[in-house]
């Protein structure tokens, strides 16, 4: 999840971290190879295409495509995204390629000023997420806003296998982002009041009760698990480019 939009008048300052890529090429493609158009003569156009792509396969066996956990945010339209996440085996959560992901979680999502993160976000089909809400954040949005969202400082938090229960059956709505669908936002409908319960990454038994942002966040989250994205409930109306005011100018 992206960061918190305070206020409207905080939104392009709330939302900076939001890039846009160029799409990642499959770890499975052949070398891309971008035709050029050239005067010369087809022969030496057609000699210069396969320099190029000689020199593509080089640099990959230098320095191989990476594979998941990614170091950065997956795009929508990627098909982990969409895909339910697996379980994860408990006794495999301190060995060394879960503890990579949550390392990589970690770090992609503090890398992206993102309060919360999904393993399938970085290219993992695995049950786990993570959120983080920092003294910093908080301090960008006016006491109105805090007050208002439920907004509170929360402390980096891992969940595996996380199972959701509903406390509070209300829903309100406010403004979501999402880095997966990077520059965009919508109101969306939440619970006011939900329990989260799994396992940390010290492989201990965790139960978390929460409300507001935080229990926004982890809907969120949990949504991503299942293949879901905010889009899929959001208010269509709602649904805006960040930086559609900032186009006009």
């Not at 007050?147 to 199972?163: E, H, S």
């Amino acid at each position: 999840m992206n960061r918190t939009v305070c206020t409207s008048m905080l939104w392009s300052r709330a939302f900076g971290a939001c890039i846009l890529k160029v799409p990642r090429p499959p770890t499975s493609s052949v070398a891309w190879v971008v035709p050029v158009i050239s005067l010369s003569s087809s022969r030496f156009h057609s000699t210069n295409i396969k320099f190029r792509s000689y020199l593509q396969y080089l640099k990959r066996k230098i320095k191989p495509l990476s594979g998941p956990p990614y170091p950065n945010v997956c795009q929508v339209g990627d098909p982990v995204l969409r895909a339910k996440a697996a379980l994860v085996d408990p006794g495999s959560v301190l060995g060394p390629e879960v503890q990579e992901v949550i390392r990589t979680m970690v770090k992609v999502m503090r890398r992206f000023d993102c309060v919360g993160l999904s393993a399938p976000q970085v290219g993992v089909p695995l049950r786990i997420l993570a959120l983080e809400f920092p003294e910093r954040m908080l301090d960008d949005c006016l006491p109105a806003a805090r007050d208002a969202r439920g907004l509170i400082t929360v402390p980096l938090k891992i969940f595996i296998n996380p199972q959701l229960r509903v406390l509070d059956g209300r829903t309100v709505k406010f403004q979501e982002a999402c880095e997966s669908l990077s520059g965009f936002s919508a109101s969306v409908p939440r619970y006011l009041s939900v329990e989260v319960s799994g396992i940390n990454e010290k492989a201990e038994s965790v139960t978390w009760q929460v409300s507001g942002w935080p229990a926004r966040i982890l809907q969120h989250e949990m949504d991503h698990l299942d293949g879901v994205l905010y889009i899929d409930r959001m208010d269509s109306e709602s649904f805006i480019n960040i930086n559609w005011a900032a186009q006009n100018e």
